[in-house]
């Protein structure tokens, strides 16, 4: 190559060329196309040539860019070779390459376009860098043929640390750089160049004509054959919008264009340009199927109306259309609509044209059970011999559709099916039968449904995320393969039948293989159910994806969820069945033993599914409780731990929170927990299965065990006195009772009951089995309960200023140390108050003091702990407590 090769030079004395030579003689090629030359086999060929970057006008000011430009030192370079075919031919071809020569000479500085002839020289390669591609100054330099850059791309190249591009046009940013871009709808040439234009600029390439290499199309009409093209190729297809948004931007550093988040924004819709019609849908389904058209850009309008494009049918009620529709008008198909929500782009009509039902078989059954017939005899008859061509259609094969292989397979020691099956053959035959019919429901579910989800490249995008598949579908690939082994087994059996075959053996085989696929999932189930609810209100392409799913022949019209229910249903059924299949077999027979220990042993694994259930269910409600009240101890968290019940009260004491706040009773089987109401609620939790939550409405109060309950007391009914109970309470370090008195309510759970199941976990708790006498009946007055006007304006107005007053008094606390003081002055005030009634004297001081712990914010000594309360009214309650421990 070097003996016909040339460098190429259009002065005379250099080889570096500009963008016009480029633009004029040589084919545009990708920047990774081009043959690159290392600066030092360039240096051999070549003269020395400079290279030079110049600041035009406003670019000079700009500080951050002269910084920026202090650390680029490489500049890329077009080269020109030019290859002879054979010498002496004018037949030659220009080849360009790019080489990164080192930026020798300082920046230079521009203020007018005079100064550009002063500063044009072939000795330099320069580079022009312009603030605005719009003004005078571009336009000039433009026209020049010069090399021309944005402020982006130098503040891009300083970051990355890479040389300064080169580009045959002005490149102002790199927001679309790698991207490949073709037109279609466009009849405004002015619009169009415009669009080409801001491209360009931003570092794009354009195609005249569709292909593969083609990243995004932009279009403006739905039609032509680019469209069709980019849909079936699964090509994101843009409005023009796109582009002038992406422009607005251009001055962002790290902007990318074909981002996802940015391109969706400007995806053009499935419907757009579309005016459906549907035809033979429920009113519920009409009203979804429109409200998801003007979703995806379409509009809808009554059937028969002549502006519509598009009529969707319902091809399993419509068998004949109500008019003559026009050629204009595409009818389809209910397939088309949700085919093209779940590609996210129009789907091409042909493949889902609305044919007429063209059913001679279902015309002639109506003959043959047509009543009209004049002789009643033959009518009947007809009748008769129809209903049982129809009995034989409808009746289960012993086989699958397919033959199996081992049908197939001629066989010494099979034996024909006698005429007459026994009673033990026939349900050996259904049991065949459903769990055939279970196999294919689960190879639906995988095929039909997850497979597709989870396959790679899909239009449009994944449909959902890798955790929600996981979530909804579980282990249904391993119930499937254990159960096809099942299947095969009994075919094996049913093909080969001898009375004396066990079908126990086959369920026994499995039934370690049955305890660890089927707890997973059918524990789960309910959040598998929940996520398929939730994706399809959130997600249209799912909602489309099951619609188009659930219309085939293979689902029968069920939901996923309806199939996904199969496994759940499964194990019971093959319980039953077995029972059956045990009632006729002789007890002489050998499978009648084994059958028994096939049924205990499935009934083994119902019972591990259901107390795995139930632990699984009682971790989620501790979580739930965890989630919902704020600072709720982690210690709660406990495998053995489980939620008994929840209960809504009123306090009516001053403990453990004040009188007339709400508190809610968690009752564990070894625990207490106490919460209140919280009175501000902020910000948003998230749950271990990554689901938002709501904030948390409660606020922690105390974690109770149960033992240190040592008497529940309920309260009787009074005027004064409704729906209360009241615990005594002795913490481990303390030595006095606390009381703490609740009002339930809610109705829903009678106090007797909630009192009665309190009694038994705390019995269990303390290892007793006396629960009765944990309850003692007591009036209201021995221990100064009641609940009157708890509910009064009054008392709510009551306690809105004392929390208002404790809020008041805690911002004007400064120091702990005189509250410390006054507590314990007041404490000792009170306790020789016991003994003698205060003077004049005292009680000035204590009203000061009262009045000072109220300023400070300092709670009553019963507020102190909880012993203290108790010891206030030690007077009181000693007599009545005495006889309760």
């Given at each position: 190559m070097a003996d016909d090769s040339a460098l190429a030079s259009t002065t005379g004395s250099t080889s570096l060329a500009d963008s016009s030579i480029f633009d004029s003689k040589v084919a545009e090629t990708s920047k990774e196309n081009l043959f690159i030359r290392?600066?030092?086999?360039?240096?051999?060929?070549?003269?020395?040539?400079e290279t030079r970057v110049i600041l035009v006008q406003e670019a000079g000011k700009q500080e951050e860019l002269i910084r920026a430009l202090k650390t680029i030192n490489i500049m890329e370079v077009p080269v020109i070779k030019i290859k002879e075919s054979c010498p002496g031919k004018?037949?030659?071809?220009?080849?360009?390459?790019?080489?990164?020569?080192?930026?020798?000479?300082?920046?230079?500085?521009?203020?007018?376009?005079?100064?550009?002839?002063?500063?044009?020289?072939?000795?330099?390669?320069?580079?022009?860098?312009?603030?605005?591609?719009?003004?005078?100054?571009?336009?000039?330099?433009?026209?020049?043929?010069?090399?021309?850059?944005g402020p982006p791309v130098v503040l891009n190249c300083a970051e990355k640390g890479e040389p300064l591009p080169f580009s045959c046009r002005p490149l102002y940013c790199t927001s679309m750089m790698n991207l490949v871009l073709c037109f279609t709808g466009f009849r405004k040439k002015e619009e169009l160049a415009r669009l080409v234009t801001l491209v360009h600029h931003m570092g794009g390439v354009i195609r005249k004509d569709f292909n593969s290499k083609v990243t995004h199309l932009v279009a403006n009409c739905t039609q032509g054959e680019k469209f069709r093209v980019a849909v079936s190729l699964g090509t994101p297809i843009m409005k023009p919008e796109w582009i002038h948004k992406a422009w607005e931007r251009r001055n962002e550093q790290d902007f990318?264009?074909?981002?996802?988040?940015?391109?969706?924004?400007?995806?053009?819709?499935?419907?757009?340009?579309?005016i459906l019609s549907f035809l033979g849908f429920s009113d519920e389904e009409k009203t979804n199927m429109e409200e998801m058209t003007k979703m995806q850009g379409g509009n809808c309008l009554p059937v028969g109306d002549e502006r519509c494009t598009h009529l969707i049918v319902e091809e399993n009620i419509v068998k004949e259309l109500p008019f003559e529709p026009s050629k204009k008008l595409y009818v389809v198909k209910q397939e088309w609509f949700w085919g093209s929500i779940q590609m996210d782009a129009r789907a091409g009509e042909t493949m889902y044209l609305y044919e007429k039902?063209?059913?001679p078989e279902l015309k002639k059954s109506v003959s043959l059970l047509s009543l009209n017939t004049p002789n009643s005899n033959r009518k009947r008859r007809r009748l008769k011999e129809t209903l049982a061509q129809l009995s034989r259609e409808a009746d289960l094969s012993p086989f699958p559709p397919q033959t199996p292989k081992s049908c197939t397979k001629s066989s010494k020691n099979s034996t024909p099916v006698p005429s007459k099956q026994s009673?033990?053959?026939?349900?050996?035959?259904?049991?065949?039968?459903?769990?055939?019919?279970?196999?294919?429901?689960?190879?639906?579910?995988?095929?039909?449904?997850?497979?597709?989800?989870?396959?790679?490249g899909q239009r449009g995008g994944p449909i959902l995320a890798p955790e929600e598949i996981k979530t909804i579908f579980g282990s249904i690939p391993d119930i499937f393969d254990v159960h096809t082994k099942i299947k095969d087994d009994l075919e094996d059996l049913i093909v080969n039948w001898d009375?004396?075959?066990?079908?126990?053996?086959?369920?026994?085989?499995?039934?370690?293989?049955?305890?660890?696929?089927?707890?997973?999932?059918?524990?789960?189930?309910?959040?598998?159910?929940?996520?398929?609810?939730?994706?399809?209100?959130?997600?249209?392409?799912?909602h489309a994806f099951l619609k188009i799913n659930q219309a085939k022949p293979e689902c029968g019209r069920q939901s996923l969820v309806e199939l996904l229910i199969r496994p759940v249903q499964r194990l019971p059924s093959i319980a039953l069945l077995l029972n059956d299949l045990k009632k006729h077999t002789f007890e002489e027979n050998p499978d009648k033993s084994t059958l028994e220990k096939a049924i205990e042993s499935l009934k083994e694994v119902m019972t591990h599914i259901n107390e795995d259930k139930r632990k699984t269910e009682a971790q989620r409600q501790i979580f739930d409780v965890v989630y919902e009240v704020d600072g709720c101890p982690a210690n709660l968290l406990s495998s053995h731990r489980s939620l008994v019940q929840r209960v809504e009260t009123i306090s009516l004491g001053e403990h453990p929170c004040d009188r007339g706040e709400q508190v809610t009773l968690f009752l564990f089987n070894d625990c207490l927990e106490i919460a209140r109401k919280r009175h501000k609620v902020i910000g948003t939790f998230r749950s271990p299965h990554g689901q938002t939550r709501p904030p948390a409405s409660l606020k922690h109060i105390h974690l109770m065990p149960l033992s240190q309950i040592?008497?529940?007391?309920?309260?009787?009914?009074?005027?004064?006195?409704?729906?209360?109970f009241a615990l005594l309470v002795r913490p481990p370090t303390e030595q006095a009772n606390v009381l703490l008195s609740f009002q339930m309510t809610s109705e829903e759970l009678p106090k007797e009951n909630w009192l009665k199941m309190l009694c038994r976990h705390v019995a269990n708790t303390i290892c007793k089995a006396d629960a009765e006498n944990l309850i003692y009946t007591a009036d209201p007055e021995s221990f100064e309960v009641n609940t009157k006007d708890m509910d009064s304006t009054l008392s709510r107005a009551s306690r809105a200023i004392k929390k208002t007053s404790?809020?008041?008094?805690?911002?004007?606390?400064?120091?702990?140390?005189?509250?410390?003081?006054?507590?314990?002055?007041?404490?000792?005030?009170q306790s020789s108050a016991e003994g003698r009634s205060p003077s004049s004297n005292e009680k000035h001081v204590m009203s000061r003091l009262a009045s000072t712990s109220s300023l400070a914010g300092i709670p009553s000594p019963s507020l102190v702990s909880l012993p203290a309360f108790f010891e206030r009214r030690s007077h009181t309650l000693s007599r009545s407590t005495t006889h309760l421990i």
């Amino acid at each position: 190559m070097a003996d016909d090769s040339a460098l190429a030079s259009t002065t005379g004395s250099t080889s570096l060329a500009d963008s016009s030579i480029f633009d004029s003689k040589v084919a545009e090629t990708s920047k990774e196309n081009l043959f690159i030359r290392s600066t030092s086999c360039v240096e051999e060929e070549m003269p020395q040539i400079e290279t030079r970057v110049i600041l035009v006008q406003e670019a000079g000011k700009q500080e951050e860019l002269i910084r920026a430009l202090k650390t680029i030192n490489i500049m890329e370079v077009p080269v020109i070779k030019i290859k002879e075919s054979c010498p002496g031919k004018s037949d030659e071809k220009l080849i360009k390459s790019i080489v990164n020569m080192e930026i020798k000479l300082p920046f230079v500085k521009m203020e007018s376009v005079e100064e550009f002839k002063s500063l044009d020289s072939p000795e330099f390669e320069n580079v022009f860098i312009v603030m605005d591609f719009q003004d005078s100054v571009f336009n000039e330099l433009y026209k020049a043929d010069c090399r021309v850059i944005g402020p982006p791309v130098v503040l891009n190249c300083a970051e990355k640390g890479e040389p300064l591009p080169f580009s045959c046009r002005p490149l102002y940013c790199t927001s679309m750089m790698n991207l490949v871009l073709c037109f279609t709808g466009f009849r405004k040439k002015e619009e169009l160049a415009r669009l080409v234009t801001l491209v360009h600029h931003m570092g794009g390439v354009i195609r005249k004509d569709f292909n593969s290499k083609v990243t995004h199309l932009v279009a403006n009409c739905t039609q032509g054959e680019k469209f069709r093209v980019a849909v079936s190729l699964g090509t994101p297809i843009m409005k023009p919008e796109w582009i002038h948004k992406a422009w607005e931007r251009r001055n962002e550093q790290d902007f990318c264009a074909s981002v996802d988040d940015f391109r969706n924004e400007f995806k053009v819709p499935p419907f757009q340009d579309c005016i459906l019609s549907f035809l033979g849908f429920s009113d519920e389904e009409k009203t979804n199927m429109e409200e998801m058209t003007k979703m995806q850009g379409g509009n809808c309008l009554p059937v028969g109306d002549e502006r519509c494009t598009h009529l969707i049918v319902e091809e399993n009620i419509v068998k004949e259309l109500p008019f003559e529709p026009s050629k204009k008008l595409y009818v389809v198909k209910q397939e088309w609509f949700w085919g093209s929500i779940q590609m996210d782009a129009r789907a091409g009509e042909t493949m889902y044209l609305y044919e007429k039902a063209n059913t001679p078989e279902l015309k002639k059954s109506v003959s043959l059970l047509s009543l009209n017939t004049p002789n009643s005899n033959r009518k009947r008859r007809r009748l008769k011999e129809t209903l049982a061509q129809l009995s034989r259609e409808a009746d289960l094969s012993p086989f699958p559709p397919q033959t199996p292989k081992s049908c197939t397979k001629s066989s010494k020691n099979s034996t024909p099916v006698p005429s007459k099956q026994s009673a033990r053959w026939q349900v050996a035959k259904e049991l065949y039968q459903t769990e055939s019919n279970y196999v294919n429901i689960l190879a639906t579910i995988i095929q039909l449904f997850q497979v597709p989800l989870e396959e790679e490249g899909q239009r449009g995008g994944p449909i959902l995320a890798p955790e929600e598949i996981k979530t909804i579908f579980g282990s249904i690939p391993d119930i499937f393969d254990v159960h096809t082994k099942i299947k095969d087994d009994l075919e094996d059996l049913i093909v080969n039948w001898d009375e004396s075959k066990s079908i126990g053996d086959i369920f026994l085989k499995y039934s370690k293989d049955l305890v660890k696929i089927y707890p997973p999932f059918v524990n789960f189930f309910e959040m598998s159910k929940e996520t398929i609810i939730k994706c399809e209100k959130q997600k249209p392409r799912f909602h489309a994806f099951l619609k188009i799913n659930q219309a085939k022949p293979e689902c029968g019209r069920q939901s996923l969820v309806e199939l996904l229910i199969r496994p759940v249903q499964r194990l019971p059924s093959i319980a039953l069945l077995l029972n059956d299949l045990k009632k006729h077999t002789f007890e002489e027979n050998p499978d009648k033993s084994t059958l028994e220990k096939a049924i205990e042993s499935l009934k083994e694994v119902m019972t591990h599914i259901n107390e795995d259930k139930r632990k699984t269910e009682a971790q989620r409600q501790i979580f739930d409780v965890v989630y919902e009240v704020d600072g709720c101890p982690a210690n709660l968290l406990s495998s053995h731990r489980s939620l008994v019940q929840r209960v809504e009260t009123i306090s009516l004491g001053e403990h453990p929170c004040d009188r007339g706040e709400q508190v809610t009773l968690f009752l564990f089987n070894d625990c207490l927990e106490i919460a209140r109401k919280r009175h501000k609620v902020i910000g948003t939790f998230r749950s271990p299965h990554g689901q938002t939550r709501p904030p948390a409405s409660l606020k922690h109060i105390h974690l109770m065990p149960l033992s240190q309950i040592k008497k529940v007391l309920d309260i009787r009914e009074t005027e004064d006195c409704h729906n209360a109970f009241a615990l005594l309470v002795r913490p481990p370090t303390e030595q006095a009772n606390v009381l703490l008195s609740f009002q339930m309510t809610s109705e829903e759970l009678p106090k007797e009951n909630w009192l009665k199941m309190l009694c038994r976990h705390v019995a269990n708790t303390i290892c007793k089995a006396d629960a009765e006498n944990l309850i003692y009946t007591a009036d209201p007055e021995s221990f100064e309960v009641n609940t009157k006007d708890m509910d009064s304006t009054l008392s709510r107005a009551s306690r809105a200023i004392k929390k208002t007053s404790k809020k008041v008094t805690r911002a004007f606390s400064f120091s702990k140390t005189p509250k410390r003081a006054l507590r314990r002055a007041l404490m000792a005030s009170q306790s020789s108050a016991e003994g003698r009634s205060p003077s004049s004297n005292e009680k000035h001081v204590m009203s000061r003091l009262a009045s000072t712990s109220s300023l400070a914010g300092i709670p009553s000594p019963s507020l102190v702990s909880l012993p203290a309360f108790f010891e206030r009214r030690s007077h009181t309650l000693s007599r009545s407590t005495t006889h309760l421990i």
